[in-house]
Every structure is written in C-alpha cells, then in structure tokens.
C-alpha cells in the first residue's frame, strides 16, 4: 500500500506569509496527487488535484507542484480565511485514495 | 446549486449495524461516482469507498472490506453505505462526496462534499 507523509505536521504563519507544505508518497505516483483543506466542523474542499491543477473557483494563491513522489502545495500570501488543516490525497491506480496525516497552519 | 446530504448517523453498539444515506440535487446523480470518507474525532481524513456511477465497479478501503456495502439507486439520486460489524474505530463522521468529473485518471478524486453524519459505536 502506499503511504503518505506531511511536512510539517503543523505550522504557525501570519498573513501575508508564504507558506509551504510538503507532501510524500512511498513510491512514485505520476502526478496523482491532491491537496484539500478543511475547516473546524466543515467538510473538505477540494484546491488541486492532478498535483497543480487548480479547481474551478479557488483562488490563485494557492498552487501545487511536484511529480513522482514529491509534492508541495503553497500559499503564496497567506490570507485570514486560510487557517486550516490541508490533506494531500493519492490516487495512482483510482481503486484506493490515501490521505497524508494533514498539516495544520494556523495564526503566529 | 451542488447538494448532498448524508442521514442516518447515531449510537450503535460494538457488532451492530447502521445504513447511512446520501440524498443528492443539483447534478445529473447518474453521471458521477460517489465517494464515501469518513473522519474519527480530532483525526484525520480516511477513504472507505468508490462506487461508480453505474455500479459496475466498486472500491473499498482494506478497513471496511468485508464488513460495509456501498450502494447507489439512481432513480431516487441516493446513495447508501450498509455497515455491518461495527467496531469502536469506525466512529467518524461520514462524508459523502461526488467524484470530481475529469482527472487524469480513469477514477477521480472527491469534488463536492456534503456536511457529513456522525456514527458512534459504543457500548
């Protein structure tokens, strides 16, 4: 099975801040990667998928990059409504989607 | 507008069963596979199951293999999760999701979720 890994686990930023996530899988999944974000008590949005494919209506300052087994996801200036967990999923072979552990970015 | 709304959570003993719902609207239901993700309290995000749109083909998270069902009626644009042998870690909220029409691969990742319901098992 495949196993993905988030660095850092969390964070503290404050806005205006780039922000960088890292996101690992155990071995070399194309580009079938995707990052959410999820707010206390909210359900998941979906920001990228196809490792820098940015989903209709979210916002250009956040992007994706990376292939094989490494990925990263930045927020180019962190704004106030950002503060929130962010998933990185894989879906190589589309019969199983694994979600890295999160990484929490919240207020410095 | 985009809805799915998840229904039949609650308190379930160890061993015992529940059947979680998925009404949808607002998009063609028979056009698109349906998600099923679930989250324990304070945890993080895990994947239970794909259902394509036709049923013809059916995925599972080794976790769930065996003890939950994932169905799907397209005349009544619902989705449903059959969870048999519950144990104490299946508590989570359970999300559906619609998969995101195009992707890379031939399967697609979540795109629009629903607010998820809430299954406990304890005894």
């Known amino acids: 099975d495949i196993q993905m890994t988030q660095s850092p686990s969390s964070l503290s930023a404050s806005v205006g801040d780039r922000v960088t996530i890292t996101c690992q899988a155990s071995?070399?999944?194309?580009?079938?990667l995707n990052w959410y974000q999820q707010k206390p008590g909210k359900a998941p949005k979906l920001l990228i998928y196809?490792?820098?494919y940015l989903q209709p209506g979210v916002p250009s300052r956040f992007s994706g990059s990376g292939s094989g087994t490494e990925f990263t996801f930045t927020i180019s200036s962190l704004q106030p409504e950002d503060f929130a967990t962010y998933y990185c999923q894989q879906y190589d072979n589309a019969r199983v989607f694994t979600f890295g552990p999160g990484t929490k970015v919240d207020i410095k | 507008e985009v809805q799915l709304l998840e229904s039949g959570g609650g308190l379930v003993k160890p061993g015992g069963s529940l059947r979680l719902s998925c009404g949808v609207s607002g998009f063609t239901f028979s056009s698109y596979g349906m998600h099923w993700v679930r989250q324990a309290p304070g945890k993080g995000l895990e994947w239970v199951s794909l259902v394509s749109s036709s049923s013809d083909y059916i995925y599972y998270a080794d976790s769930v293999k065996g003890r939950f069902t994932v169905s799907r009626d397209n005349a009544k644009n619902s989705l449903y999760l059959q969870m048999n042998s519950l144990r104490v870690d299946d508590t989570a909220v359970y999300y559906c999701?619609?998969?995101?029409?195009?992707?890379?691969?031939?399967?697609?990742?979540?795109?629009?979720w629903g607010q998820g319901t809430l299954v406990t098992v304890s005894s």
């Open positions: 071995q070399d999944i194309s580009n079938y």
């Open positions: 196809d490792a820098s």
């Open positions: 999701a619609r998969e995101r029409l195009t992707c890379g691969n031939i399967n697609c990742p979540p795109g629009d």
